[in-house]
């Protein structure tokens, strides 16, 4: 991915989460809440911030008429754009919410993991400015001391009500809010002692998921990996699916799990040499939106129909918009908005309590019902479980 600088932050130009004029929007926004500019004052040209982003003029452009119809921003002709108001239509907020994001690229930052964390800080920021706080995100090093991030005066002063890290540490689990320190909760995997957490229950997704294959007549499900998912995620993946097909008594296929465990997203030749070891599959539920797009796009280019010949289903199913062969991902989604509305309302019982709020709460997930998974023919499905009950595999 090729990186460009925007007052520090980092622009991607090929992000796989948000366009250049998301992200500039974005960069551009946080630094008005922290103060860069006074109401009335002139920021950079468009040409400037272009040219500092490594990035043509026309995504600063659309970035800066999206933060003028909000009321940020306001342009005059042939002097320049300068800063109408601090919050959006001027209104006044109510304080300001602090983002913890983890590894700069270089700081031993991977550029797809900064990638992800700018979608998840580009939604944070909607939902707060919703409640009518600024936000103000900050990079964490490896230099800095975890046990002082929320401590008031080390990374955020006073005017910052309450932090959401993105990314989990260690927290000294104490009853008590110090004065010191400023509101916390974690929008992360849950890890231990890292509390309070507020997460997407991955191992239900998979569950419900499964189960709704199999109620469609599906017996041969097979998982497919993809390299990025954290540990817990694809723990908590495999615990659902492996339970709904338990309870349906029916044979796990984690083949391609090893062999395709170390292969890169992009390595097509070994996505389609394990597809042609999976025959008798008939339906694959792929680990990540990213690698359900390359199966149909792959099984397509190979004259297989989805779902006439086979079905496939995926987390994070998009609602927006078509697969590679024209049909719309089945699967299960998740509702950040719900997961940060969990996150404020833990800070904000944190601000008047003055009280830790420990353990994880899940927020669940939900199916979307797609068209890329197909009824299997119950005769068949019939035929193969009574084969997995007794131990054959699914692969010859």
Same mark, same amino acid.
């Given at each position: 991915?090729?990186?460009?600088?925007?007052?520090?932050?980092?622009?991607?130009?090929?992000?796989?989460?948000?366009?250049?004029?998301?992200?500039?929007?974005?960069?551009?926004?946080?630094?008005?809440?922290?103060?860069?500019?006074?109401?009335?004052?002139?920021?950079?040209?468009?040409?400037?911030?272009?040219?500092?982003?490594?990035?043509?003029? /026309?995504?600063?452009?659309?970035?800066?008429?999206?933060?003028?119809?909000?009321?940020?921003?306001?342009?005059?002709?042939?002097?320049?754009?300068?800063?109408?108001?601090?919050?959006?239509?001027?209104?006044?907020?109510?304080?300001?919410?602090?983002?913890?994001?983890?590894?700069?690229?270089?700081?031993?930052?991977?550029?797809?993991?900064?990638?992800?964390?700018?979608?998840?800080?580009?939604?944070?920021?909607?939902?707060?400015?919703?409640?009518?706080?600024?936000?103000?995100?900050?990079?964490?090093?490896?230099?800095?001391?975890?046990?002082?991030?929320?401590?008031?005066?080390?990374?955020?002063?006073?005017?910052?009500?309450?932090?959401?890290?993105?990314?989990?540490?260690?927290?000294?689990?104490?009853?008590?809010?110090?004065?010191?320190?400023?509101?916390?909760?974690?929008?992360? $995997?849950?890890?231990?002692?890292?509390?309070?957490?507020?997460?997407?229950?991955?191992?239900?997704?998979?569950?419900?998921?499964?189960?709704?294959?199999?109620?469609?007549?599906?017996?041969?499900?097979?998982?497919?990996?993809?390299? $990025?998912?954290?540990?817990?995620?694809?723990?908590?993946?495999?615990?659902?699916?492996?339970?709904? /097909?338990?309870?349906?008594?029916?044979?796990?296929?984690?083949?391609?799990?090893?062999?395709?465990?170390?292969?890169?997203?992009?390595?097509?030749?070994?996505?389609?040499?394990?597809?042609?070891?999976?025959?008798?599959?008939?339906?694959?539920?792929?680990?990540?939106?990213?690698?359900?797009?390359?199966?149909? $796009?792959?099984?397509?280019?190979?004259?297989?129909?989805?779902?006439?010949?086979?079905?496939?289903?995926?987390?994070?199913?998009?609602?927006?918009?078509?697969?590679?062969?024209?049909?719309?991902?089945?699967?299960?989604?998740?509702?950040?908005?719900?997961?940060?509305?969990?996150? /404020?309302?833990?800070?904000?019982?944190?601000?008047?309590?003055?009280?830790?709020?420990?353990?994880?709460?899940?927020?669940?997930?939900?199916?979307?019902?797609?068209?890329?998974?197909?009824?299997?023919?119950?005769?068949?499905?019939?035929?193969?479980?009574?084969?997995?009950?007794?131990?054959?595999?699914?692969?010859?």
């Amino acid at each position: 991915m090729e990186l460009g600088r925007l007052f520090g932050r980092p622009v991607i130009r090929d992000s796989e989460r948000l366009s250049l004029a998301d992200q500039i929007h974005d960069i551009l926004c946080e630094e008005i809440h922290a103060g860069r500019w006074e109401v009335g004052e002139k920021l950079p040209s468009m040409t400037t911030i272009a040219k500092e982003c490594r990035v043509s003029r /026309m995504p600063v452009q659309q970035a800066i008429e999206r933060l003028g119809r909000k009321g940020y921003l306001r342009q005059e002709n042939r002097s320049g754009v300068y800063l109408r108001a601090m919050m959006p239509e001027g209104r006044t907020p109510v304080g300001t919410i602090g983002i913890l994001l983890r590894g700069l690229p270089d700081e031993g930052g991977e550029p797809k993991s900064v990638s992800f964390l700018q979608g998840l800080l580009h939604v944070a920021m909607q939902q707060v400015e919703a409640q009518n706080y600024q936000t103000r995100a900050v990079y964490v090093s490896r230099k800095d001391d975890r046990q002082s991030l929320n401590r008031v005066g080390y990374l955020f002063d006073e005017d910052v009500k309450g932090i959401i890290s993105l990314f989990p540490f260690y927290r000294p689990l104490e009853l008590t809010l110090e004065p010191d320190r400023i509101p916390l909760v974690f929008w992360c $995997g849950p890890t231990p002692r890292c509390a309070p957490c507020i997460a997407s229950d991955y191992k239900a997704a998979f569950y419900h998921l499964t189960k709704k294959i199999i109620s469609a007549g599906h017996a041969h499900i097979t998982l497919v990996p993809s390299p $990025g998912l954290s540990a817990y995620v694809h723990d908590s993946y495999l615990r659902g699916y492996r339970t709904a /097909m338990r309870e349906a008594r029916l044979q796990s296929d984690e083949s391609l799990l090893a062999l395709l465990g170390d292969a890169d997203l992009n390595d097509l030749a070994a996505l389609d040499r394990a597809l042609k070891g999976a025959r008798q599959t008939s339906c694959f539920l792929s680990l990540s939106l990213e690698r359900a797009e390359q199966l149909i $796009g792959v099984l397509e280019l190979s004259g297989v129909d989805v779902p006439g010949d086979v079905s496939i289903a995926s987390p994070n199913a998009p609602f927006n918009r078509a697969m590679p062969n024209g049909r719309k991902l089945s699967g299960v989604a998740f509702s950040p908005k719900h997961e940060l509305e969990l996150c /404020m309302q833990s800070l904000r019982q944190q601000m008047i309590e003055r009280k830790w709020t420990l353990g994880t709460m899940l927020a669940a997930p939900f199916l979307v019902e797609g068209e890329t998974v197909g009824p299997q023919e119950r005769e068949n499905s019939d035929a193969s479980e009574t084969e997995n009950v007794t131990g054959s595999t699914h692969h010859q």
